[in-house]
């Protein structure tokens, strides 16, 4: 066990920053963990279980002195955070954060970065549907992706440092530019989570189905989409809002497949939808073989703990 940074703020405390913790404690990556949250209850709960070594009042505390500081917080509060938090940023530190956006938050903290610290966007691509300080688990990031997303002219020192945190906590780590992640993520998370909001939404008006026979019949894959559909309304909402190019872009062409999909159902093309389904079968053996889920039934999870 090595400390990579001795002390680590982390602003924000539900699912991601709670996780974060307990991976630190367990590698053993930090003297001190420090942690706020905007909501009372929140801290008082993160203090009850003491998830930080300390859960300070104010971000401002939270950060004093602190060498890498992450941002758990929603993207549309980041820039708020930001600038409260900048001028009590030490000389040298890292601030990072975990947002599932990348070119906006950049567009939208660095004015608030001093000169003295280094930038370094993150995102790790883990979660659940559940949130909040207690819903965290050290094992969340274990051998998972973290997209790191260097501003310009980062210090090669501090993004191998932060590389070597992200690592230490569990996961791969791959260097990606902002705009180029932000396409990636419409394809393999925003719009699917679009999707997701939408289907549990036609359950919902489709007066025809009770919410009885939708609860009690619903197949793996409508269940599927409950639970992604459950996921933090306003970390979606922030999302959505600040990469509306690339998910834009991404739903026009699912849309585009749909529409060839409808048609080859009405005319009876069987040949053109096995061969759809052939070629798409083929992304979830790679996502198998990749590691990132399993072939175990019920999508690879279990009863007592979703992941």
Known sequence: MTVIYKKVALIGLGLIA?????????????????????????????REIGLCDVVCDSAQDAVKDADLVILAVPVG???????????????GATLSDVGSVKAS?????????????HF????????TEHSGPRSGFAELFDHRWCILVPVE?????ALANLCSFWEAVGSNVEVMDAQHHDLVLAVTSHAPHLIAYTMVGVADDLRRVTDKEVINFSAAGFRDFTRIAASDPTMWRDVFLNNKEATLEILGRFTEELFDLQRAIRSGDGD???DYFTRTRAIRRGIIEAGQDTDAPNFGRNLTKES
């Open 153 to 157: 002219n980062t210090d090669a020192a």
């Open 120 to 127: 370094i966007p993150a995102h790790p691509l883990a979660g």
């Open 105 to 117: 938050v950049i567009k939208n903290v660095s004015p608030f970065v001093p000169e003295n610290v």
């Open 272 to 274: 053109y939808l096995h």
């Open 18 to 46: 709670g996780s974060l913790a307990h991976a630190i404690r367990r590698a053993g990556l930090a003297e001190v963990i420090s942690g706020y949250a905007r909501s009372e209850e929140t801290r008082d709960i993160a």
């Open 77 to 91: 509060a980041m820039a708020a955070v930001a600038k409260e938090i900048g001028p009590h940023l030490k000389a």
